[in-house]
């Protein structure tokens, strides 16, 4: 909190007394715990010089102090040119296991209003990270890290942004280009952007991978049975036996005759298959978010409304077919059978194409009612998806009908799209939203206050799916409702007991939903700091699970995955099927976790962190896992392949595990230099701050000390760590930043340790594999040069003009997967596993 000193000469005949109003607002009792430290020093200089102090909220602040802050020169030197930047930016000191944070906007919670998100960073005063106790006192789940955006009182700004990245290996380009609006008068703001983005597909062709087997020809050709001599007759008109012959021109309408062939005989159109599949699609994306807040009364009412389009175009080769064409056919100027082999319609690939759409509108509202703090919010969204996956030609119906004989059909011609396999799926939703929360301090104890939150929410989704397969054909109508109570409790404060500064926290709630019983949810946490410099926070949670209306009933797509089959040891093209599965249970969850921050010199220039977290579940819900031969042989009616053992598709829909068990150990050092000011400090005047350079560094590891898996009852329990899984024991992240106003520049990384998986299906004991996970490191670095040009005759076009340059995967770090006599298995390498590599994006900013 900031102090405002008011001296005043005092009569020794007329003492003074604090009135309970000013002890109140000193001691947090209306608006909650307050910084650290914050009020100590001023209220014994206040008590040496007979001065009156009086003690006043921050604008923007919270209702629970903050751990971590950011201020305007901390956040200009990170670069980013939106708050959601910014937030990805600072997520190693927000929540390093990448579980996005709650918002709140000048200390009220966002409640849906996500465009914020897209304000310039420029328009905030400052970003609070707030203490672990804080999402429990505003009616979250313990364990989400709070964010608090603190905005400035004025801004104004009209901002336009385009953009061009490309992979330095080319054969995929992107573009951007966006224009937004932000207006803040104190209690009063609004923003509206707009977005669109075209990302290039990457052609297979374009790197360098073998093409697939078989016959690729542009226009069709004929041979004879086991390569020998197609007829007798067209050998000797063309002078020389013919085994392979094109078809000829004008062969679409009329049947040929053998002199036709005779013409292109020896002659083929090869072409090459890798220019008609992509490694990845083609994506466009409109975007349009507007909101808008202002105070109605004693509320604060804020209405936004968002909608999206995405659709991307992928192929997945030119559909080839062969079909034996009988002497017989009225399309055969032949005198013995012969192999037919063309394309379904010329140069025409299969498509794999996606479209989703997307509306949305919140309305919330939020302030003071009989001393309560209270947010009540609506949402309303309604969603579309199609998905079309075209999988080849149905050379079995095509046989069908040449060996009916029907001069109607015509084999050499343009065939019907009847005969093309195809998979559309149609997907609609809407959801209904409402969410209440309330929170009080109730009472005033010794160390602070006691507060008590409310949280209610109430939501209806209806959703219908169609398609051509039955996985697709579903209509759902779900409600759900929910509650929960919170109570914090301090039981000690510093400078009030030898324990330092000692509360808890506690929670029970409850959801019901449609289809399914009460399920309960009780947590608890206890956060102690015997010592300024050092924290403690321990919780403990039971929680009844049930799927959410996603998993239940998510938009059925199916795609093409690049996929590695670890039982043939290849990579491969896969159908991957993903959305609801209605068939979901519902499950019960255990978590105990425990963590140390230690700031040894007693303010945020170093900050150390340490913490252990276990979790049990029992019947829950997952995403399906990578396809192991574990898991495959876990869940086989999951997993489609052909005759000849090659995996055809995945039903990667969510599943119902018996049992998993997961037990990890996090620790992270974070640095910043200068030494940051203590939150709640204030901002140093201009003349006295000047303009140092910011400099940040955070590395964050992760040992899982155990992740086993129990997919049914009466199988082994599959250890994800062991040589049945895949997954690594150590993970590390990496990020530094060095910047000030003007210019910066910030490396991030991620590391994992290598792993190795046995396959005990293969014969022979040669499914044994070795993955080194990829090691991938990002650059950014930016520069604004009305502050790096100083002279007062500068352009005006630079002013507020931002050039940023991003380069992702550096180094151009894949997953490598060697056998133990370190050779590759087919369709590994660079390229196929990583086509795009490095990429480049050239940012171009301009706010007016």
Same mark, same amino acid.
């Given at each position: 909190?900031?102090?405002?000193?008011?001296? /005043?000469?005092?009569?020794?005949?007329?003492?003074?007394?604090?009135?309970?109003?000013?002890?109140?607002?000193?001691?947090?009792?209306?608006?909650?715990?307050?910084?650290?430290?914050?009020?100590?020093?001023?209220?014994?200089?206040?008590?040496?010089?007979?001065?009156?102090?009086?003690?006043?909220?921050?604008?923007?602040?919270?209702?629970?102090?903050?751990?971590?802050?950011?201020?305007?020169?901390?956040?200009?030197?990170?670069?980013?040119?939106?708050?959601?930047?910014? @937030?990805?930016?600072?997520?190693?000191?927000?929540?390093?296991?990448?579980?996005?944070?709650?918002?709140?906007?000048?200390?009220?919670?966002?409640?849906?209003?996500?465009?914020? @998100?897209?304000?310039?960073?420029?328009?905030?005063?400052?970003?609070?990270?707030?203490?672990?106790?804080?999402?429990?006192?505003?009616?979250?789940?313990?364990?989400?890290?709070?964010?608090?955006?603190?905005?400035?009182?004025?801004?104004?700004? /009209?901002?336009?942004?385009?953009?061009?990245?490309?992979?330095?290996?080319?054969?995929?380009?992107?573009?951007?280009?966006?224009?937004?609006?932000?207006?803040?008068?104190?209690?009063?703001?609004?923003?509206?952007?707009?977005?669109?983005?075209?990302?290039?597909?990457?052609?297979?062709?374009?790197?360098?991978?073998?093409?697939?087997?078989?016959?690729?020809?542009?226009?069709?050709?004929?041979?004879?049975?086991?390569? /020998?001599?197609?007829?007798?007759?067209?050998?000797? @008109?063309?002078?020389?036996?013919?085994?392979?012959?094109?078809?000829?021109?004008?062969?679409?309408?009329?049947?040929?005759?053998?002199?036709?062939?005779?013409?292109?005989?020896?002659?083929?159109?090869?072409?090459?298959?890798?220019?008609?599949?992509?490694?990845?699609?083609?994506?466009?994306?409109?975007?349009?978010?507007?909101?808008?807040?202002?105070?109605?009364?004693?509320?604060?009412?804020?209405?936004?409304?968002?909608?999206?389009?995405?659709?991307?175009?992928?192929?997945?080769?030119?559909?080839?077919?062969?079909?034996?064409?009988?002497?017989?056919?009225?399309?055969?100027?032949?005198?013995?059978?012969?192999?037919?082999?063309?394309?379904?319609?010329?140069?025409?690939?299969?498509?794999?194409?996606?479209?989703?759409?997307?509306?949305?509108?919140? /309305?919330?509202?939020?302030?003071?009612?009989?001393?309560?703090?209270?947010?009540? *919010?609506?949402?309303?969204?309604?969603?579309?998806?199609?998905?079309?996956?075209?999988?080849?030609?149905?050379?079995?119906?095509?046989?069908?009908?040449?060996?009916?004989?029907?001069?109607?059909?015509?084999? @050499?011609?343009?065939?019907?799209?009847?005969?093309?396999?195809?998979?559309?799926?149609?997907?609609?939703?809407?959801?209904?939203?409402?969410?209440?929360?309330?929170?009080?301090?109730?009472?005033?104890?010794?160390?602070?206050?006691?507060?008590?939150?409310?949280?209610?929410?109430?939501?209806?989704?209806?959703?219908?799916?169609?398609?051509?397969?039955?996985?697709?054909?579903?209509?759902?109508?779900?409600?759900?409702?929910?509650?929960?109570?919170?109570? %914090?409790?301090?039981?000690?404060?510093?400078?009030?007991?030898?324990?330092?500064?000692?509360?808890?926290?506690?929670?029970?709630?409850?959801?019901?939903?449609?289809?399914?019983?009460?399920?309960?949810?009780?947590?608890?946490?206890?956060?102690?700091?015997?010592?300024?410099?050092?924290?403690?926070?321990?919780?403990?949670?039971?929680?009844?699970?049930?799927?959410?209306?996603?998993?239940?009933?998510?938009?059925?797509?199916?795609?093409?995955?690049?996929?590695?089959?670890?039982?043939?040891?290849?990579?491969?093209?896969?159908?991957?099927?993903?959305? %609801?599965?209605?068939?979901?249970?519902?499950?019960?969850?255990?978590?105990?976790?425990?963590?140390?921050?230690?700031?040894?010199?007693?303010?945020?220039?170093?900050?150390?962190?340490?913490?252990?977290?276990?979790?049990?579940?029992?019947?829950?819900?997952?995403?399906?896992?990578?396809?192991?031969?574990?898991?495959?042989?876990?869940?086989?009616?999951?997993?489609?392949?052909?005759?000849?053992?090659?995996?055809?598709?995945?039903?990667?829909?969510?599943?119902?595990?018996?049992?998993?068990?997961?037990?990890?150990?996090? *620790?992270?050092?974070?640095?910043?230099?200068?030494?940051?000011?203590?939150?709640?400090?204030?901002?140093?005047?201009?003349?006295?701050?000047?303009?140092?350079?910011?400099?940040?560094?955070?590395?964050?590891?992760?040992?899982?000390?155990?992740?086993?898996?129990?997919?049914?009852?009466?199988?082994?329990?599959?250890?994800?760590?062991?040589?049945?899984?895949?997954?690594?024991?150590?993970?590390?992240?990496?990020?530094?930043?060095?910047?000030?106003?003007?210019?910066?520049?910030?490396?991030?990384?991620?590391?994992?340790?290598?792993?190795?998986?046995?396959?005990?299906?293969?014969?022979?004991?040669?499914?044994?594999?070795?993955?080194?996970?990829?090691?991938?490191?990002?650059?950014?670095?930016?520069?604004?040069?009305?502050?790096?040009?100083?002279?007062?005759?500068?352009?005006?076009?630079?002013?507020?003009?931002?050039?940023?340059?991003?380069?992702?995967?550096?180094?151009?770090?894949?997953?490598?997967?060697?056998?133990?006599?370190?050779?590759?298995?087919?369709?590994?390498?660079?390229?196929?596993?990583?086509?795009?590599?490095?990429?480049?994006?050239?940012?171009?900013?301009?706010?007016?």
């Amino acid at each position: 909190m900031t102090a405002a000193r008011f001296a /005043l000469l005092l009569s020794a005949a007329l003492p003074l007394s604090p009135c309970p109003a000013a002890r109140a607002q000193g001691t947090g009792a209306a608006t909650g715990t307050t910084a650290e430290g914050q009020d100590s020093a001023p209220a014994a200089k206040a008590q040496a010089s007979n001065e009156i102090v009086v003690t006043a909220k921050r604008y923007g602040e919270a209702r629970v102090a903050a751990e971590t802050e950011f201020n305007e020169d901390e956040i200009a030197s990170q670069g980013a040119d939106s708050i959601g930047m910014l @937030l990805d930016r600072l997520a190693p000191f927000i929540d390093p296991s990448g579980e996005q944070p709650v918002i709140l906007i000048n200390g009220r919670p966002a409640e849906g209003d996500r465009s914020i @998100l897209s304000y310039p960073a420029e328009a905030l005063n400052r970003l609070e990270i707030l203490k672990p106790e804080a999402s429990a006192q505003y009616g979250y789940p313990p364990g989400r890290r709070v964010v608090n955006l603190a905005l400035k009182k004025q801004f104004a700004s /009209l901002t336009a942004d385009t953009a061009f990245s490309a992979a330095t290996r080319g054969g995929q380009y992107a573009g951007e280009l966006s224009a937004g609006r932000v207006a803040i008068n104190g209690p009063v703001r609004w923003n509206a952007q707009a977005r669109v983005a075209l990302d290039g597909a990457l052609l297979k062709s374009a790197r360098n991978i073998p093409p697939g087997e078989g016959a690729f020809d542009g226009i069709g050709f004929v041979t004879g049975p086991g390569g /020998l001599e197609i007829d007798p007759a067209l050998s000797l @008109l063309a002078g020389r036996p013919v085994t392979i012959a094109a078809l000829p021109g004008g062969t679409l309408s009329q049947p040929p005759a053998l002199a036709d062939f005779a013409a292109t005989a020896g002659t083929t159109h090869p072409v090459d298959p890798n220019d008609f599949e992509t490694l990845q699609p083609s994506r466009r994306t409109l975007a349009f978010a507007a909101g808008m807040t202002r105070p109605v009364g004693d509320f604060s009412v804020s209405l936004s409304v968002n909608a999206n389009s995405t659709t991307t175009e992928g192929l997945r080769g030119l559909p080839m077919l062969s079909a034996v064409l009988p002497a017989t056919s009225p399309w055969s100027p032949f005198s013995r059978d012969i192999i037919l082999t063309r394309p379904f319609a010329g140069a025409r690939p299969l498509r794999s194409d996606t479209s989703a759409s997307a509306l949305g509108v919140t /309305l919330a509202a939020s302030g003071r009612v009989g001393g309560w703090e209270t947010t009540l *919010s609506a949402a309303y969204s309604r969603t579309a998806s199609n998905s079309l996956l075209e999988r080849g030609a149905d050379a079995a119906k095509v046989q069908a009908l040449i060996d009916a004989g029907d001069p109607a059909f015509n084999p @050499l011609g343009p065939l019907s799209g009847d005969l093309l396999l195809a998979s559309r799926n149609r997907t609609r939703g809407e959801n209904l939203e409402a969410r209440a929360t309330a929170g009080k301090a109730i009472l005033n104890l010794p160390a602070g206050p006691l507060t008590l939150n409310f949280a209610a929410t109430a939501s209806r989704a209806v959703t219908t799916s169609t398609g051509s397969g039955d996985l697709a054909q579903s209509a759902a109508t779900r409600a759900l409702a929910s509650g929960a109570i919170g109570i %914090g409790v301090p039981l000690s404060r510093k400078g009030h007991g030898p324990l330092g500064d000692l509360s808890i926290d506690l929670n029970a709630g409850g959801q019901v939903q449609s289809g399914s019983g009460l399920q309960n949810r009780f947590s608890g946490g206890v956060t102690w700091s015997p010592v300024p410099i050092l924290q403690f926070r321990g919780s403990l949670e039971h929680s009844e699970t049930a799927p959410s209306f996603d998993q239940l009933d998510g938009a059925i797509i199916s795609s093409v995955n690049r996929v590695f089959d670890y039982a043939r040891q290849e990579t491969v093209d896969a159908i991957w099927i993903t959305g %609801g599965n209605p068939r979901l249970g519902r499950g019960s969850q255990e978590s105990r976790s425990l963590a140390m921050q230690l700031r040894p010199f007693g303010d945020q220039r170093l900050t150390l962190n340490l913490g252990y977290r276990e979790q049990v579940t029992t019947g829950g819900v997952v995403p399906f896992p990578e396809l192991t031969p574990a898991i495959e042989a876990a869940f086989p009616e999951r997993v489609t392949r052909d005759p000849a053992g090659r995996l055809i598709a995945v039903d990667a829909r969510p599943i119902n595990l018996e049992r998993s068990t997961d037990a990890d150990l996090r *620790s992270g050092i974070a640095l910043r230099l200068p030494a940051p000011r203590r939150p709640g400090a204030g901002t140093p005047s201009p003349k006295l701050r000047g303009d140092p350079l910011q400099f940040s560094a955070s590395i964050n590891h992760r040992w899982r000390l155990r992740n086993e898996v129990l997919t049914r009852s009466g199988i082994p329990a599959i250890d994800q760590l062991g040589d049945e899984g895949s997954q690594s024991r150590h993970s590390l992240s990496l990020q530094l930043t060095a910047g000030k106003r003007g210019i910066g520049a910030s490396l991030n990384g991620t590391w994992s340790s290598p792993t190795h998986l046995r396959n005990r299906g293969v014969p022979g004991g040669t499914g044994a594999l070795d993955i080194k996970p990829a090691t991938v490191f990002n650059l950014s670095f930016f520069a604004e040069p009305e502050h790096l040009w100083r002279q007062p005759d500068r352009p005006r076009w630079m002013k507020n003009v931002r050039l940023s340059v991003d380069i992702r995967n550096l180094f151009r770090g894949y997953r490598q997967v060697t056998r133990p006599d370190g050779t590759v298995p087919p369709n590994y390498s660079r390229d196929e596993v990583d086509p795009l590599g490095r990429t480049i994006r050239l940012t171009l900013r301009k706010r007016f």
